[in-house]
């Protein structure tokens, strides 16, 4: 991914993965996810347990939502389906991300008042 890219990335309170799921199987898809999870992880563990949103897109396209919901299966997490050409699912996606990032500032908020850890 480049060591610049990630060092920016660091810096973020919530990573959005997007994947291409109109072509392939889930099982690729699968494959795909984790080989991009093995390079944060590789580049450093804190940015690998970052909280992340799995987003599936090309939902206009036939089979895109089968194949995004039987990731979510193998993945054992939720993954929002979207379409960048016709915007469906982005306002779901966009309310999610914010909902995220509200908790997130509000965890580092109290974490920050109740001083540094023994």
Same mark, same amino acid.
């Given at each position: 991914?480049?060591?610049?890219?990630?060092?920016?990335?660091?810096?973020?309170?919530?990573?959005?993965?997007?994947?291409?799921?109109?072509?392939?199987?889930?099982?690729? &898809?699968?494959?795909?996810?984790? $080989? +991009?999870? @093995?390079?944060?992880?590789?580049?450093?563990? !804190? /940015?690998?347990?970052?909280?992340?949103?799995?987003?599936?897109?090309?939902?206009?396209?036939?089979?895109?939502?089968?194949?995004?919901?039987?990731?979510?299966?193998? &993945?054992?997490?939720?993954?929002? $389906? +979207?379409? @960048?050409?016709?915007?469906?699912?982005?306002? !779901? /996606?966009?309310?999610?991300?914010?909902?995220?990032?509200?908790?997130?500032?509000?965890?580092?908020?109290?974490?920050?008042?109740?001083?540094?850890?023994?």
């Amino acid at each position: 991914l480049g060591h610049q890219f990630l060092r920016h990335v660091e810096r973020t309170r919530l990573l959005v993965h997007l994947i291409d799921a109109s072509e392939g199987d889930a099982e690729s &898809l699968k494959r795909d996810h984790d $080989v +991009i999870v @093995g390079e944060l992880s590789a580049f450093s563990v !804190e /940015l690998a347990n970052k909280p992340r949103i799995l987003v599936a897109n090309k939902s206009d396209v036939p089979g895109t939502l089968e194949r995004a919901q039987e990731l979510g299966k193998l &993945l054992g997490q939720p993954v929002h $389906v +979207i379409s @960048g050409v016709t915007g469906s699912g982005l306002k !779901e /996606l966009l309310w999610t991300v914010y909902q995220r990032v509200t908790e997130a500032r509000k965890a580092e908020s109290a974490r920050e008042a109740a001083g540094p850890s023994p």
